[in-house]
């Protein structure tokens, strides 16, 4: 049987950054990752595969300087020389002043979201159930704008109860819920699970199949990374999924290419139908992009 042709690509979750320009405290651990990542860079990381368009991801900056973090890549989605239209910001919904921050973007067509993350080590457990952060991201819908849901595996159901609570704001969960491929213990992947579940419910969330690799064993392979993925495809169903490289974060334990092609082959069972809406057409309808940019991908 013929191997069915990857669809065209909108990258839906991936991160650039400028030593020179922003500072980011993460990197300083990861050596891997502690050097620049720009545009030039993600054009040769990505050579030879159909990307149509991609979607920057907030890299966790310093909170001073979110601000210029955002007009970096507002000029850059201006530029014809790269597939960038649309961005996810950072933001910090419980902050005073959110509201103010929000206002500087509005009516900019290429903000579509904010993130905090929610996972890091200063975060304490139950943050997103803040009254205050409650607020700030109810904020967001009334701005028309999104939450990336970026959390603890064991967490989302905290994060349901988010949910609930902001029924005009839409969420995207990132990573798959961020449920490692190596973990085995029954228990944690249950919760990881039935948090997933309850997420589903909720017409008003999203969720990216991205991030997976980046918990890998150094030598991985596509049998391990299936069970997670096909979980969220399943659980949301062809409709709410959408494809996220998560470069240069996946670089950790696979190149863009390799992630993309292990996609492929664990969706190769799946209707052209749905890989389409997976890697190309969900994205397109959920962050209401152009039908495409005068850029042209190099080739391969």
Request: hydrophobic residues 40%.
């Amino acid at each position: 049987m013929q191997k069915p042709a990857l669809p065209r690509i909108v990258d839906t979750h991936h991160h650039l950054w400028d030593l020179q320009r922003f500072s980011l405290p993460w990197t300083k651990g990861e050596t891997k990752l502690a050097r620049n990542f720009v545009m030039s860079d993600y054009l040769q990381a990505t050579v030879g595969l159909p990307i149509a368009q991609s979607i920057y991801m907030e890299v966790d900056v310093e909170p001073a300087q979110q601000e210029a973090e955002a007009h970096y890549v507002i000029e850059l989605c201006g530029q014809n020389d790269n597939p960038l239209t649309a961005a996810v910001i950072s933001g910090r919904p419980a902050q005073a002043g959110f509201r103010e921050y929000l206002l500087k973007f509005k009516g900019e067509p290429r903000i579509k979201g904010v993130r905090q993350v929610l996972h890091t080590p200063a975060t304490p457990r139950g943050f997103c159930l803040d009254k205050a952060f409650i607020r700030g991201v109810q904020l967001l819908g009334e701005q028309g704008l999104n939450f990336d849901l970026c959390m603890r595996s064991d967490e989302l159901l905290d994060a349901d109860k988010l949910v609930a609570q902001c029924p005009h704001t839409r969420f995207i969960v990132d990573h798959c819920g961020n449920m490692s491929v190596q973990e085995t213990a029954a228990e944690k992947r249950h919760t990881w699970m039935d948090g997933m579940r309850h997420l589903a419910d909720h017409d008003h969330v999203v969720c990216k199949v991205s991030g997976i690799v980046a918990s890998a064993a150094s030598e991985w392979t596509v049998e391990q990374l299936a069970p997670n993925i096909d979980f969220t495809l399943d659980t949301f169903g062809p409709d709410r999924v959408m494809f996220g490289g998560d470069w240069p974060v996946c670089t950790l334990r696979s190149t863009f290419r390799r992630w993309v092609e292990a996609l492929d082959a664990i969706t190769s069972g799946r209707s052209d139908t749905e890989r389409k809406k997976l890697f190309h057409d969900n994205a397109v309808r959920f962050y209401g992009l152009p039908e495409g940019k005068p850029w042209k991908a190099p080739p391969g």
